[in-house]
């Protein structure tokens, strides 16, 4: 009888080992998931900010479009009207 309760008590122990490691295991994948995780938000928190800033180049390039055209256009004009009205 005691046998029986020494041999249920092993098993039981190597049971209770198991899963231990398992759980060992499992912090261990659930911390680099976190890492993971976080790694990749930096990455996508980098790429926002720099489309973020090129956004805002971009708004303030296509501001001064229209003023740049505008003048390339009444010189132009100028240009031709002098050419043609000079002479």
């Known amino acids: 009888m005691e046998t029986d309760v020494t041999r249920e008590q092993a098993e039981l122990d190597k049971i209770q080992a198991e899963i231990n ?3 060992a295991e499992t912090n261990k994948m ?4 976190v890492k993971l995780r976080a790694d990749d ?5 980098a790429e926002i900010d720099r489309l ?3 956004t ?15 003048s390339g ?11 043609f009205l000079v002479d």
């Open 30 to 33: 659930i911390a680099e998931t």
């Open 41 to 45: 938000t930096a990455r996508v928190r």
């Open 52 to 54: 973020s800033a090129e």
């Open 21 to 23: 490691r398992q759980v």
């Open 73 to 83: 256009v009444t010189l132009a004009i100028a240009a031709i009207l002098k050419v």
């Open 56 to 70: 805002v180049k971009l708004h303030t390039e296509n501001r001064w479009y229209g003023f740049v055209v505008g």
